[in-house]
C-alpha cells in the first residue's frame, strides 16, 4: 500500500508540472503538423474508413450499423496502443533529462497516458457525433461511459507503468510489442463481434480485458445498454494490482535508472 | 539544532554496467562452455564520508572520472547509494542545471514555466520571476519564438536565466562558470557569485583552480571514488597541486 501512498505525495508535488507538460506535449505535436487537430479526428475516421471498405466491401459481411460497431472498438484501441507504445519508451528516451533532476519516474508514463487520453476524449467526440449521422440511438447510458472510461483507463496506466520499467532494461520489447499488439488486435473482438467466436474457445476471448472494454462500449454507443458491470468489477480489481506491481518496481528502481540510460 | 547542512555517511556508488544480452554471443558460450557474466561493475565513489557545515561554500576537486560529478548527483538524489546514506538537514537541495527538459518546438515563454517547473518552482513563483528572468536573458522580443530558432548562445543564456533565478538552501554547482557571450559572461559569474556568497550551503565541482581558490572556505579532494583530503582551501589546493605535478613529472 505504501508505494500508492508515495505515488500520491509525488503527485500532488508534481501536479503543476504533469499538467503543463501534458499541455505542451499535445502543443509540439499539433504544431509540427499542418492539419493539427483534425488528425485527432481524421485519424480514427481513416481507419474506420478501411475497415468498412475490408469488410464491407470486400468480404460483405459486417451486421447492423457496422460503422459505429467498429468505431466504438478502433477508437478505445488506438487509445490503449498508443499510450502502451508511448509509455514503453517513456522513461528509456528521458535520459538527459533524468541526469539533471530528480523527477518521480512513474511521472513520465502517466504524462504519455494523458497525452494519448485527450486525443481520445476527442475520438469520442467524433464519435458521439457519427452516432447521428449513422442513426444509432442516444440514451441516458452514455454517462455510464465515465465508468468504462476510468476502468480502462487504469488499466492502460498499469501497463503503461510496467513496460516504461522494462523499456529501460529490456530494449527488445519494442520488437516484441510490434508482434504482440498485432497479434492482441486480432484476438480483442474489434472487427468482429463475440458470437462469432466459435463457442468452445469464446471463454478464452474473457481472459483479454478488452473483450470486456469493447462489449461495455458498445452496450453503451450502439445497443443502448449498461455497461458489463461484473465483468469491469473484476478488471478494476486486475488494473489496481498491475498498478501496484508497476509503482512498486518503478520506485524500487527509482535512482537506478539513471545509471543505465 | 546541529550546525551541518549535509552528513555523507560510508556511501558507495557503483556504477553497473550490463552487457546487452545477445543471442549469438549467447549460443558461442554455450558451445565453447565458456562462463562469463554480462555485467561489469565499477565503483565510482568507495566508502565517502564527510560532513558539511550549513553556509559553507566547499568545492571538489580531482582528476577527470574521480568521481565528482557521480558526487555532486547522488547527493542531488538522481543516483541512489547502494549503501551508505545522505543526511540533508535543509528543506531544498537542487543541482544547478542549464536547460533540463526544454522543448525545442516550443516559445522561451513556455519553456521558462516547462524548466520552472522541473527546478521545483511554483507556477505562482514562475509568474512572478517571469519578467526578471526575461530581462536577465537579454533574449528581448525572441521570447515568444520556437528555441529551436535560437542560437546556442541564446539557448544558454536563457538556459541560465532560469537556473540562477532558483534559491534552494543547498545549492550544487557542476562547472556553470562562464556561459555566454564576454558580456553575458561577466553578468551571469557575477550573478552565480551573489548566489553563493549568499548565506546559503553551496558545494561546486569545478576545474578552474582560481575560481575555486576565490569561491570556496574548504575543498574535498576525492581520488578514484576515494576521499583523499578534506580540509581548508589553501591547504588542499596545495597539496592538489604538487599532486597532480608529481604525476605529470611520472
Not at chain 1, 468480404?59 to 487509445?79: C, D, H, T
Not at chain 1, 499510450?83 to 535520459?95: E, F, P, V
Not at chain 1, 447521428?132 to 476510468?150: D, K, S
Not at chain 2, 520552472?116 to 520571476?129: M, S
Request: charged share 20%.
Amino acid at each position: 500500500m505504501s508505494v500508492f501512498k508515495k505515488a500520491i505525495n509525488d503527485y500532488k508535488k508534481y501536479r503543476e508540472y504533469i499538467l503543463y507538460t501534458t499541455k505542451s506535449d499535445l502543443k509540439v505535436q499539433l504544431s509540427s503538423t499542418f492539419l493539427g487537430y483534425f488528425w485527432w479526428i481524421l485519424d480514427p475516421l481513416m481507419y474506420m474508413l478501411v475497415y468498412m471498405l475490408v469488410v464491407m466491401v470486400i468480404f460483405q459481411r459486417g451486421g447492423e450499423n457496422f460503422p459505429i460497431f467498429v468505431f466504438s472498438a478502433l477508437v478505445p484501441w488506438k487509445w490503449t496502443v498508443s499510450s502502451i507504445m508511448d509509455s514503453t519508451s517513456s522513461i528509456a528516451s528521458k535520459g538527459g533529462l533524468l541526469q539533471q533532476v530528480y523527477l518521480p519516474k512513474f511521472i513520465l508514463p502517466y504524462v504519455k497516458v494523458l497525452v494519448n487520453t485527450a486525443k481520445y476524449i476527442f475520438g469520442i467526440f467524433v464519435l458521439l457525433i457519427l452516432m447521428a449521422f449513422f442513426g444509432a440511438p442516444y440514451t441516458w447510458h452514455l454517462i455510464e461511459f465515465f465508468i468504462v472510461f476510468l476502468v480502462h483507463f487504469l488499466f492502460i496506466l498499469g501497463v503503461g507503468f510496467i513496460l516504461s520499467h522494462l523499456g529501460v532494461y529490456f530494449k527488445d520489447i519494442n520488437n516484441i510489442l510490434q508482434f504482440t499488439i498485432r497479434l492482441w488486435f486480432y484476438l480483442s473482438p474489434t472487427l468482429y463481434s463475440l458470437q462469432d467466436v466459435p463457442a468452445k474457445v469464446r471463454i478464452l476471448w474473457w481472459a483479454n480485458p478488452m473483450t470486456t472494454f469493447y462489449a461495455s462500449y458498445r452496450n453503451i454507443f450502439l445497443y443502448g445498454k449498461s455497461p458489463l458491470y461484473p465483468q469491469l468489477g473484476f478488471w478494476v480489481a486486475m488494473s489496481l494490482l498491475i498498478i501496484w506491481i508497476g509503482l512498486k518496481y518503478i520506485y524500487k528502481y527509482d535512482k537506478n535508472y539513471t545509471k543505465v540510460i | 539544532m546541529n550546525n551541518l547542512a549535509i552528513e555523507v555517511k560510508n556511501i558507495n556508488v557503483k556504477y553497473k554496467f550490463v552487457k546487452s544480452m545477445n543471442i549469438k554471443q549467447e549460443l558461442i558460450k554455450m558451445i565453447k562452455r565458456k562462463k562469463e557474466t554480462r555485467t561489469k561493475e565499477v565503483w565510482a565513489l568507495k566508502n565517502l564520508s564527510f560532513s558539511i557545515k550549513r553556509g559553507s561554500n566547499v568545492g571538489i576537486i580531482g582528476s577527470n572520472g574521480s568521481g565528482k560529478t557521480t558526487l555532486l548527483k547522488t547527493i542531488a538524489s538522481i543516483f541512489q547509494p547502494d549503501s551508505g546514506e545522505i543526511c540533508v538537514h535543509e528543506n531544498s537541495i537542487s543541482l544547478l542545471t542549464l536547460g533540463a527538459g526544454f522543448q525545442p518546438e516550443l516559445s522561451g515563454y513556455e519553456n521558462i514555466y516547462l524548466n520552472g517547473l522541473i527546478l521545483g518552482f511554483t507556477k505562482e513563483q514562475i509568474d512572478a520571476k517571469r519578467e526578471e528572468i526575461i530581462e536577465f536573458s537579454g533574449i528581448g522580443d525572441f521570447i515568444y519564438s520556437p528555441i529551436r530558432t535560437y542560437s546556442s548562445g541564446m539557448k544558454t543564456r536563457l538556459a541560465f536565466s532560469i537556473a540562477c533565478h532558483i534559491e534552494p538552501d543547498i545549492l550544487l554547482i557542476d562547472e556553470v562558470l562562464g556561459v555566454g557571450d564576454e558580456s553575458f559572461r561577466q553578468k551571469s559569474n557575477e550573478k552565480l557569485k551573489e548566489l553563493i556568497d549568499h548565506d546559503r550551503t553551496v558545494i561546486m565541482v569545478s576545474h578552474s583552480l582560481p575560481a575555486l581558490q576565490e569561491l570556496c572556505d574548504e575543498l574535498i579532494w576525492i581520488e578514484k571514488g576515494v576521499l583523499k583530503e578534506y580540509g581548508d582551501t589553501e591547504t588542499v589546493l596545495n597539496h592538489y597541486k604538487e599532486y597532480m605535478n608529481n604525476l605529470r613529472r611520472k
